[in-house]
């Protein structure tokens, strides 16, 4: 298997004024391909582990070969969690969450503004870089996230339903050191129909 950057479904000026374009260009055509070339790389001796879905060698990387551990960790992560970043935005959001989702989410935290709230903490507590994350686990339940660098939900059998990039690479240029105007800018371009479709398919 070889890994390639993933077709966008828009533009790179498409997410403003919630994600520059400026951004949203280096982010996808930089530092996501550099994680695309890295995985790569590193698998490309490593036919056996190569072969394997990514999300499987994720859930479970004491199974993959120790030379390679590390590389798979941050450039695989890297891989999954921006693909799936890419997905739960579109230009012009999609309003709110709708349908099972709202369902879920009012059950889990009580309703949307809450879950928003909590999100957003993990968004804005990450010390460093890393992630905010809507994961669900193997009994449906719902949670919020926050992992350290390219680190996944799949790590901790949790499927990742909707993820925030909080890499200074992803608001530096506009937003400087205002992470908390970028978490909020966000939620206006989040596409719920894919995070609906994400926790669907789980
Ligand atoms: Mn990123």
Not at 101 to 121: M, R, S, T, Y
Not at 153 to 169: F, I, M, S
Request: aromatic content about 10%.
């Amino acid at each position: 298997m070889i890994y390639a950057l993933p077709t966008l479904a828009y533009s790179f000026d498409a997410l403003e004024p919630a994600i520059d374009a400026r951004t949203m260009e280096i982010h996808y055509t930089k530092h996501h391909q550099a994680y695309v070339d890295n995985l790569n790389k590193a698998l490309a001796d490593f036919p056996e582990t190569a072969e394997k879905p990514l999300p499987e060698l994720l859930s479970d990387l004491e199974r993959v070969p120790e030379k390679i551990r590390l590389a798979v960790r941050n450039h695989g992560g890297g891989h999954v969690n921006h693909s799936l970043f890419w997905e739960v935005m579109k230009p012009g959001g999609g309003k709110e969450p709708a349908g099972r989702l709202l369902g879920e989410i009012e059950k889990n935290f009580g309703d949307v503004l809450k879950f928003k709230e909590q999100f957003g903490a993990a968004a804005m507590g990450r010390f460093g870089s890393g992630w905010a994350w809507l994961a669900a686990d193997d009994s449906g339940q719902l949670s919020v996230v926050s992992t350290a660098n390219q680190d996944t939900p799949l790590a901790e059998g949790k499927k990742p339903l909707l993820g925030l990039d909080v890499w200074e690479h992803a608001y530096y240029l506009k937003y400087q050191n205002r992470r908390k105007d970028y978490i909020d800018a966000w939620w206006t371009v989040v596409n719920w129909d894919e995070v609906e479709k994400n926790l669907t398919s789980s």
